[in-house]
């Protein structure tokens, strides 16, 4: 009787605990486990908590789920490694991986501290690259406008552009998007595959209320976000038309903007289904970023969940859903783009281009790709 195949076993290093995949990094490690465990990969997870705490919903997908402490002290600041791979240091992960040997798939740099004095010559190894990290570090200091934040950011981007050679180490690179798989192939050449972005592949359905309105929504903790609001409410200020902020994190200076106009109202978002909610009834979804990295989440979920999309060149170029969206950059393209999509109604003759071009983010064939080089 022939022998049947072993299903395959992966270890999977998380910089942060994927559920509820409410954010861009944990969207795509948390959908990507879920699709290589549907496809029969057996998975040992191992992730940092530092404060999304443990959780069942894990399980379901994962053989086990091993929690580690974050170590955020003033010492792993003023190491020479970045901040964001030094606080991430930690004597039981490496105990753990070395108990077989299977392939290990670290979550970004952040992950990969096991790898700067252990060689793991036996075991085939990978590393997800969620951005260019120097460049994203230094796109958020030019949005930041505390000083201490900027010094941070900064000597951070030093430390990660010298870090990033320890890809040299890795077998795989798995890229995020086009634009990112080009600058890692060009440095690490033919160990670099592009694996399509991880999300939850479901099309929405749509409802038009009666008073119609523009949706922005994203953490407002994080500087990039804060400037894109800001900017939108600028925008919406020259106008009557009707813009809804939400984020399951305020801030003071945004809330501070909108109370001066009655046209534009903040949204608190409490669960994921007020989120859903609001994709459904939204008539325009505007996405604005002022660095171009990865690529962002919220783009692939409102092409699947909304209705009309204008979005800044800088979050759409090279993605390859360029023709998804309408193309705005100032306030003034915004507002002449908004007037004319709040006169038309949204039906599927507007979605047969989107469903063309998101047939190549099918996350099935991006688990696919991961299990044909284990």
Not at 129 to 143: P, Q
Not at 175 to 199: A, C, M, R
Not at 284 to 293: F, G, P, R, S
Request: hydrophobic residues 35%.
């Amino acid at each position: 009787m022939p022998k049947l195949p072993q299903p395959k076993t992966i270890h999977i290093v998380s910089f942060d605990v994927p559920y509820p995949p409410n954010y861009g990094g944990v969207i795509d490690v948390f959908y990507k486990l879920k699709n290589l465990a549907e496809q029969g990969v057996k998975i040992h997870l191992h992730t940092y908590e530092y404060g999304r705490g443990r959780q069942e919903e894990l399980n379901k997908y994962c053989e086990k789920v091993y929690y580690y402490s974050r170590e955020t002290t003033f010492s792993k600041f003023v190491s020479r490694k970045p901040f964001i791979v030094k606080t991430r240091d930690s004597e039981a992960l490496l105990l753990n991986l070395k108990k077989d040997s299977h392939p290990i798939l670290f979550e970004g740099l952040h992950t990969t501290y096991p790898l700067i004095e252990n060689d793991f010559n036996d075991r085939i190894i990978f590393v997800r690259t969620h951005n260019i990290e120097h460049e994203y570090y230094r796109g958020l200091r030019k949005s930041e406008t505390s000083k201490r934040k900027k010094i941070f950011f900064e000597a951070e981007a030093k430390k990660l552009k010298k870090y990033e050679v320890i890809l040299k180490k890795v077998n795989h690179i798995l890229t995020i998007s086009p634009f990112e798989h080009n600058y890692f192939k060009k440095k690490f050449g033919d160990k670099t595959t592009y694996i399509p972005v991880f999300y939850d592949a479901k099309f929405g359905e749509f409802e038009t209320p009666k008073n119609k309105f523009t949706l922005w929504h994203g953490d407002l903790r994080v500087a990039d976000n804060s400037k894109a609001a800001l900017f939108l409410i600028r925008t919406f200020s020259e106008s009557e038309n009707k813009l809804v902020i939400a984020s399951s994190f305020s801030s003071n200076a945004v809330l501070k903007k909108i109370s001066k106009y009655d046209n534009i109202t903040y949204k608190n978002l409490e669960n994921d289904q007020q989120l859903e909610s609001l994709y459904k009834t939204a008539h325009i979804h505007t996405l604005v970023t002022y660095q171009k990295t990865g690529i962002k989440l919220k783009l692939i979920n409102v092409l699947c969940k909304g209705k009309f999309v204008i979005a800044s060149s800088k979050m759409i170029e090279d993605t390859g859903l360029e023709e998804t969206c309408y193309l705005a950059n100032t306030q003034k393209e915004f507002n002449k783009i908004i007037d004319k999509l709040l006169q038309k109604e949204f039906d599927s003759n507007n979605l047969e281009k989107r469903f063309s071009l998101l047939k190549d983010f099918n996350p099935v064939h991006s688990a696919e790709k991961i299990i044909a080089l284990l």
